[in-house]
């Protein structure tokens, strides 16, 4: 019989096993996919870490890169401690950007007014997005996996038009939206030689307050019954269908709030598909954060390191930073191969 002390810290120690082996993982991966190519494995592994994170100007873009995909793998993260798989954060993402850079070009108001207020209108557009997807799981009982998806599809193309015809800025080439104003973006954040932007804090504090909600909360007890056994939630009467659309407009909004922070912190403008797959990103990073919010973080870390060193890998020993996204599979699979049990496990848990 384990002490409370030790079921307290078991969360903890998982997340931080998890990041562990994601390392080791991709260490090895790394090594064997360079040596593959005929390039030394040390070097590669060197110029990969080096490239993340030698630098304050390393840190700096891997700690960016890691703001969009953070807040998009706590979204996903949140369907999945109800049970739902919310795999069209992307879209939500697009809605969310446009809305912010819309909000981000109304004039005369001040900054401690207008960066809120952008802020609110991405993370509401995002939640708005994932509405209809919910309101079909629990009036029809459509799978989230297809609703989400194919919306995200549409929302693509109407952000596109959108920008190209009624919101497009006078002047600018292409399907993107005129500068935001000055009083919109979001300010710079200057640590010990790191550029960064207040996006990176505001990602954080979601993070935190993501699991007071969920493990301090009234709500977040009932997410937790309906996300391990709904006919059990049902059976004490609880409204799977009203928490089930919650947490699924909740997702959304934080893959709104992703776009919204990545409009008015890095770009300043909203292009038609300016996200290189932020909201798809969202979902490997959630699972190899254990869809918890502090492995969350870290995996959202691992990630944008491992995209902003590839170049560096590539420029020094000649590894194609398209690799990555291979390195990044192979270890999304070798992580969440240990997470979920196989046939045998499940039959042996059965007879417990």
């Known amino acids: 019989m384990s002490s409370p002390r030790i079921r307290l810290l078991r969360p903890a120690l998982a997340v931080a096993a998890r990041a562990l082996g994601a390392v080791l993982a991709t260490a090895i991966i790394v090594a064997a996919l360079a040596a593959a190519v005929r390039v030394a494995p040390v070097p590669a592994v060197s110029a990969l870490v080096s490239g993340a994170f030698g630098t304050p100007f390393a840190w700096s873009g891997s700690l960016l890169r890691a703001v969009p995909i953070l807040l998009t793998g706590l979204g996903v993260a949140w369907a999945f401690r109800a049970g739902l798989f919310n795999i069209g954060a992307e879209g939500q993402l697009l809605w969310g950007a446009l809305a912010a850079a819309w909000v981000g070009s109304f004039r005369g ?13 991405g993370a509401l557009a995002g939640g708005v997005w994932a509405w209809p997807a919910a309101l079909l ?61 207040w996006g990176l804090p505001l990602a954080l504090l979601v993070a935190v307050v993501m699991g007071l909600v969920y493990w301090r909360s009234r709500f ?76 969350v973080v870290l995996a959202a870390l691992f990630w944008g390191g491992l995209a902003n060193g590839a170049v560096e890998m590539e420029s020094r ?31 042996r848990t059965a007879d417990n």
């Open 109 to 121: 108001l001040p900054p401690l007014l207008h960066v809120p207020l952008a802020l609110i209108a």
């Open 137 to 197: 799981k629990s009036r029809r009982g459509t799978p989230e996996v297809l609703s989400t998806l194919l919306l995200g599809f549409v929302a693509e193309y109407l952000t596109t038009y959108l920008a190209n015809g009624p919101l497009h800025g006078a002047g600018q080439q292409g399907a993107r939206t005129a500068d935001l104003l000055p009083s919109a973006a979001l300010p710079s954040l200057e640590l010990g030689g790191l550029r960064l932007h």
């Open 220 to 295: 977040g007890f009932q997410l937790q019954v309906v996300g391990r056994n709904p006919d059990a939630a049902r059976a004490v009467n609880l409204n799977v269908s009203r928490i089930w659309s919650l947490a699924l407009v909740q997702s959304g909004a934080l893959a709104g709030l992703a776009g919204a922070i990545q409009i008015l912190g890095s770009l300043h403008y909203f292009q038609a598909r300016f996200s290189p797959g932020y909201g798809f990103e969202g979902i490997p990073v959630a699972i190899l954060g254990g869809n918890h919010p502090a492995g």
């Open 317 to 347: 020993v000649g590894v194609s930073r398209y690799l990555v996204v291979v390195i990044q599979a192979l270890v999304v699979l070798a992580v969440a191969a240990k997470r979920w049990p196989g046939p045998r496990t499940k039959a």
